[in-house]
């Protein structure tokens, strides 16, 4: 069976140089190029019935992107952009030169940070709004925000500091800018504690913003009585009762391998002897596939039957292929089946190949305990966690509770194109999976789970309770 899926791990590892300055419609040509050229996806959900979405949705942005006076929205316009695919696997990231501890340049970026002055008499009528204009807290308890009203070409709101406790920021300065994409959903650009910015999409869900980040002053927090990213660590384990244990696993990322399998043999003994054991894969984004290989024992109860996938076959792919088997840290092991790979690419470029096979897993025994567990999952897992799910989903012990889970796991196995712009590195996926032959997708709804949580439930006591009824 062919496999190089281990290169999604290696990717962040491997360095490539970048040379001059792109103004923006260089750098967003750049990752349109890619996009169109190297994508699996792109034919897929670029189609007929999409086509004039898509070139609508090509003009506006570059349009957005001539105006891109600042690389925070020129980056913004272009991520933007790659929401069209729907998938989290289109990686744009912004390239940080600067050494670690290197503060040059923060006294600059806060003389220019924007200032907007929010008389009290308007930041007492927000205290009253329903919609996103409001004042929030953030949930480290810094930073107090006003959302206001304030249009630009890049930005629908913009987030005014009401009060902060480092002296970093002060009343008046916006913290964030956001613009609204659809639905529920929100481009942000934030500006950090060291006024250097970052653009992620967030949810505005009612009174809080970004998953219990930002909570609106007055309301109650959920993030009390749940899980929330800050909470979580990358593994940790303990017994809820005499009935029940629980595993928390906060990342599948190679770095967390080895913590997970060490937490599974140390706990072993009490979980050979518990009846339920709850699994909270919440906010876990994914990693590599081995990473929760030493879970798969515990929740088998019969043969695991995976679908493959099929690199696409284009010049750009397999030359980041070779590019990779000279990368410093690169497995002797795999350099000939990569190669190989490689090789197959260029006979077939424009066509899909075997990239992995369809197979079945058999393990020798079948654990009696525990007997029941339960998953817990929220709308950030995504990749090789989906993965998991999709396995552990065919044991007769698992229950999946939570929130569906966020859909990238269609197009897989992620290699960097290289760029000489010195602003931004973009990776995207090479493999397409053969599940969407089958009607089996899962990048536009997420794996939905056998029971839905409520966000503001206790989801631990929740499988607690349901596991020991």
Same mark, same amino acid.
């Given at each position: 069976?062919?496999?190089?899926?281990? /290169?999604?791990?290696?990717?962040?590892?491997?360095?490539?140089?970048? #040379?001059?300055?792109?103004?923006?419609?260089?750098?967003?040509?750049?990752?349109?190029?890619?996009?169109?050229?190297?994508?699996?996806?792109?034919?897929?959900?670029?189609? *007929?019935?999409?086509?004039?979405?898509?070139?609508?949705?090509?003009?506006?942005?570059?349009?957005?992107?001539? !105006?891109? %006076?600042?690389?925070?929205?020129?980056?913004?316009?272009?991520?933007?952009?790659?929401?069209?695919?729907?998938?989290?696997?289109?990686?744009?990231? !912004?390239?940080?030169?600067?050494?670690?501890?290197?503060?040059?340049?923060?006294?600059?970026?806060?003389?220019?940070?924007? @200032?907007?002055?929010?008389?009290?008499?308007?930041?007492?009528?927000?205290?009253?709004?329903?919609?996103?204009?409001?004042?929030?807290?953030?949930?480290?308890?810094? +930073?107090?925000?006003?959302?206001?009203?304030?249009?630009?070409?890049?930005?629908?709101?913009?987030?005014?500091?009401?009060?902060?406790?480092? *002296?970093?920021?002060?009343? #008046?300065?916006?913290?964030?800018?956001?613009?609204? +994409?659809?639905? %529920?959903?929100?481009?942000?650009?934030?500006?950090?504690?060291?006024?250097?910015?970052?653009?992620?999409?967030?949810?505005?869900?009612?009174?809080?913003?970004?998953?219990?980040?930002?909570?609106?002053?007055?309301?109650?927090?959920?993030?009390?009585?749940?899980?929330?990213?800050?909470?979580?660590? *990358?593994?940790?384990?303990?017994?809820?009762?005499?009935?029940?244990?629980?595993?928390?696993?906060?990342?599948?990322?190679?770095?967390?391998?080895?913590?997970?399998?060490?937490?599974?043999?140390?706990?072993?003994?009490?979980?050979?002897?518990?009846?339920?054991? @709850?699994?909270?894969?919440? +906010?876990?984004? #994914? #990693?590599?596939?081995?990473? +929760?290989?030493?879970?798969?024992?515990?929740?088998?109860?019969?043969?695991?039957?995976?679908?493959?996938?099929?690199?696409?076959?284009?010049?750009?792919?397999?030359?980041?292929?070779?590019?990779?088997?000279?990368?410093?840290?690169? *497995?002797?092991?795999?350099?000939?089946?990569?190669?190989?790979?490689?090789?197959?690419?260029?006979?077939?470029?424009?066509?899909?190949?075997?990239?992995?096979?369809?197979?079945?897993?058999?393990?020798?025994?079948?654990?009696?305990?525990?007997?029941?567990?339960?998953?817990?999952?929220?709308?950030?897992?995504?990749?090789?966690?989906?993965?998991? /799910?999709?396995?552990?989903?065919?044991?007769?012990?698992?229950?999946?509770?939570?929130?569906?889970?966020?859909?990238? /796991?269609?197009? %897989?196995?992620?290699?960097?194109?290289?760029? %000489?712009?010195?602003?931004?590195?973009?990776?995207?996926?090479?493999?397409?999976?053969?599940?969407?032959?089958?009607?089996?997708?899962?990048?536009?709804?997420?794996?939905?789970?056998?029971?839905?949580?409520?966000?503001?439930?206790?989801?631990?006591?929740?499988?607690?309770?349901?596991?020991?009824?």
């Amino acid at each position: 069976m062919k496999h190089i899926s281990f /290169l999604s791990a290696l990717l962040l590892a491997f360095t490539i140089a970048r #040379g001059q300055a792109c103004d923006c419609k260089t750098q967003f040509e750049f990752v349109k190029r890619q996009v169109e050229t190297n994508y699996p996806g792109f034919r897929d959900k670029v189609n *007929p019935q999409t086509a004039s979405a898509y070139t609508t949705f090509y003009s506006k942005t570059l349009e957005k992107v001539k !105006k891109a %006076s600042k690389q925070q929205y020129c980056y913004q316009a272009i991520k933007e952009w790659l929401y069209f695919f729907n998938d989290g696997h289109l990686q744009l990231n !912004k390239v940080d030169t600067r050494a670690p501890k290197d503060t040059t340049g923060q006294a600059e970026r806060i003389r220019n940070t924007e @200032i907007i002055d929010i008389p009290e008499r308007q930041i007492e009528a927000l205290k009253k709004s329903k919609g996103i204009e409001g004042i929030y807290r953030h949930n480290d308890s810094v +930073y107090t925000i006003a959302i206001i009203k304030s249009p630009t070409d890049f930005r629908d709101y913009a987030a005014v500091i009401v009060e902060s406790r480092t *002296p970093l920021w002060t009343k #008046g300065q916006v913290k964030m800018e956001l613009r609204h +994409y659809k639905d %529920s959903f929100y481009t942000n650009l934030t500006y950090m504690r060291d006024h250097n910015w970052q653009v992620q999409g967030v949810v505005f869900e009612g009174d809080e913003l970004n998953d219990h980040e930002w909570q609106r002053l007055g309301t109650v927090d959920p993030a009390n009585s749940n899980a929330t990213y800050n909470s979580l660590k *990358p593994v940790a384990s303990r017994q809820l009762s005499d009935k029940t244990f629980y595993i928390q696993i906060g990342s599948f990322q190679s770095w967390n391998a080895i913590s997970i399998d060490s937490v599974l043999r140390a706990d072993s003994a009490i979980l050979s002897k518990t009846p339920n054991l @709850i699994i909270d894969l919440r +906010y876990n984004s #994914g #990693g590599t596939d081995y990473a +929760y290989r030493p879970l798969r024992p515990w929740l088998y109860t019969n043969p695991i039957y995976n679908i493959g996938n099929d690199v696409y076959a284009t010049s750009d792919n397999a030359d980041v292929l070779l590019k990779y088997l000279n990368e410093p840290g690169f *497995p002797e092991e795999a350099k000939a089946a990569v190669a190989e790979e490689a090789e197959e690419i260029k006979k077939n470029l424009g066509s899909f190949i075997l990239h992995s096979s369809d197979d079945t897993i058999a393990l020798n025994k079948h654990l009696p305990y525990p007997q029941k567990v339960v998953i817990l999952v929220n709308g950030i897992c995504a990749g090789s966690t989906e993965e998991f /799910l999709l396995e552990a989903m065919q044991s007769k012990k698992v229950t999946i509770m939570g929130q569906r889970t966020a859909g990238t /796991l269609d197009y %897989s196995n992620v290699i960097e194109a290289t760029s %000489s712009c010195k602003e931004i590195s973009f990776s995207y996926p090479s493999t397409r999976s053969r599940r969407l032959k089958l009607g089996q997708g899962i990048d536009l709804t997420g794996i939905r789970p056998a029971i839905v949580l409520a966000h503001d439930k206790d989801w631990v006591k929740e499988a607690q309770a349901w596991l020991e009824k």
